[in-house]
């Protein structure tokens, strides 16, 4: 048995009828380098002999009596493979609209709590002779880092596979009773005074260097105490996060939205204009939400604000599932019309928000959430759906991602990688989300919003491949793509 930490069990207590807590991505895939069909048998037998690689996969959840604590993992003793692997097909003529709105039919369907959290889809059907694999995994259960572990136990660096040494036999664990898992949970309560007092000190500090960071939010007392009223980093945002179409409340369906950039024409950029390829993606995606915000007569005065996953998993932790990550809150310079001014301007706000975010415990998000119980969470969840509470005091617009991948080519079932396109979560308030997967020399972008509140989601994702071609031009560079 394993005891999920606070920050992965806050996945789940987040869940309410429209948000759901799993993320999942759609693998593309070239056949014609198979040495055999690909069959819904032969996926299941390749999922199933590295399921030792992948420990999620067997795993399921015991709760613990009336939610005192984290739930538990155990190994489930009924594992039914056939149950999570499943195939579909597309209608002719199988074109890229519909398999991103196949994707978001299925990401809009909660994951089964009395199994193992994840599903696998193989999508026949797909024009020029491709196949796709939709797969779904609880956030629970892995972050961004650890989802490229998983996708790494089930991919080659060649058609003909690789030889996985067998573990040996494997058996499940039986569910403990209820007296037994409140027993566990005494031990693991007994220790919350000793990690409050370690995070308070902590914690502690780190207050005065947060307060004089030039990334945090627009203070107007503390800034005129320290006398800092001129030093935030693109002023005008403050605790409260600027008003758009698609932070409200969200309904339980989803749309979703994909393109593929040359990761050359963005370093390209990087280079002649400076700073990182994450800036650019920034830069990128400010001028997208910039464009559709324009087009629906709702682009804000003040820049947009951010959340960008950071992962604090160590060298121990690396190989482990569950989520090692913290959160940095950025502007975006929505409110920049000219591309290059806004590429500067996110190289800056990203400089100062990571000056931020190292003022800060890396475990702090972490460390916090362990003290929330199960029970009490689920219903604040529940309550803040009720209450709208995201959408009227919301501390950022929407979550950008950008997830590093391996730059070589690579191989599911004996078929070509095309492709890798993330499909994350959305929540009450922050109804957009886009997140980015670099693989084999492109940026796979991935672009998931509730369905009423964003409903032409493809038009954002064109928007990004127009906003490259001018930063390239702006910049002075020769695009390949």
């Not at 005192?68 to 993992?73: G, K, S």
């Not at 370690?198 to 030039?214: C, F």
């Not at 820049?303 to 482990?320: D, H, I, N, Y």
């Not at 003290?371 to 969840?381: C, E, H, N, S, T």
Request: overall charge neutral; proline content about 8%; glycine content about 8%.
């Amino acid at each position: 048995m394993q005891q999920l930490t606070g920050l992965d069990a806050s996945f789940l207590a987040m869940e309410t009828h429209a948000v759901f807590g799993h993320v999942g991505s759609i693998c593309v895939l070239d056949p014609s380098t198979s040495p055999d069909p690909v069959t819904l048998d032969k996926l299941t037998q390749l999922v199933s002999d590295r399921l030792h690689l992948i420990p999620p996969f067997r795993r399921r959840l015991v709760q613990v009596p009336l939610g005192l604590d984290q739930p538990y993992w155990i190994e489930d003793g009924d594992f039914d493979i056939e149950y999570h692997v499943r195939e579909l097909a597309l209608p002719a003529p199988g074109d890229d609209r519909q398999l991103a709105e196949q994707a978001a039919r299925l990401h809009a369907r909660p994951l089964d709590r009395n199994r193992p959290l994840w599903e696998l889809y193989l999508i026949h059907g797909l024009a020029g002779n491709r196949k796709a694999i939709y797969t779904k995994v609880h956030h629970a259960a892995i972050d961004g880092v650890s989802g490229n572990d998983i996708l790494s136990a089930v991919i080659d660096l060649d058609p003909q596979g690789r030889d996985v040494e067998s573990p040996g036999p494997w058996r499940g664990e039986r569910q403990p009773g209820n007296l037994s898992m409140l027993a566990r949970s005494a031990v693991s309560l007994t220790g919350h005074p000793v990690r409050a007092a370690r995070m308070g000190y902590v914690l502690a500090r780190s207050l005065p260097g947060l307060a004089t960071s030039p990334a945090r939010p627009r203070l107007p007392v503390v800034d005129r105490l320290l006398g800092r009223d001129k030093g935030v980093v693109l002023q005008g945002g403050g605790l409260r996060a600027p008003a758009t179409p698609f932070n409200k409340a969200i309904s339980p369906h989803r749309r979703w939205a994909f393109c593929s950039l040359p990761l050359s024409d963005v370093k390209a950029v990087k280079n002649a204009a400076g700073g990182t390829v994450n800036d650019v993606v920034m830069a990128l995606s400010a001028g997208a939400l910039r464009r559709w915000l324009i087009d629906h007569d709702a682009l804000p005065e003040a820049p947009l604000v951010a959340a960008v996953p950071v992962s604090v998993r160590t060298e121990a932790e690396k190989g482990t599932a569950g989520n090692r990550v913290s959160t940095m809150i950025a502007p975006i310079p929505t409110h920049v019309a000219d591309p290059l001014e806004r590429l500067h301007a996110c190289t800056a706000a990203m400089r100062a928000a990571k000056e931020q975010h190292g003022a800060l415990p890396a475990t702090l998000l972490s460390d916090a959430a362990q003290f929330a119980m199960p029970a009490l969470a689920g219903q604040a969840a529940r309550l803040a759906a009720r209450v709208r509470l995201l959408e009227r005091v919301n501390p950022f617009n929407l979550f950008i991602s950008n997830v590093p991948g391996p730059n070589l080519p690579l191989y599911y079932a004996g078929c070509r990688l095309l492709g890798y396109y993330p499909l994350s979560a959305i929540a009450d308030g922050q109804g957009l989300n886009i997140t980015v997967m670099s693989l084999d020399g492109n940026l796979h972008f991935g672009l998931i919003a509730d369905r009423e509140l964003v409903p032409d989601l493809d038009v954002m994702a064109q928007d990004l491949v127009e906003e490259l071609a001018l930063l390239t031009g702006a910049a002075g560079v020769a695009a390949t793509g």
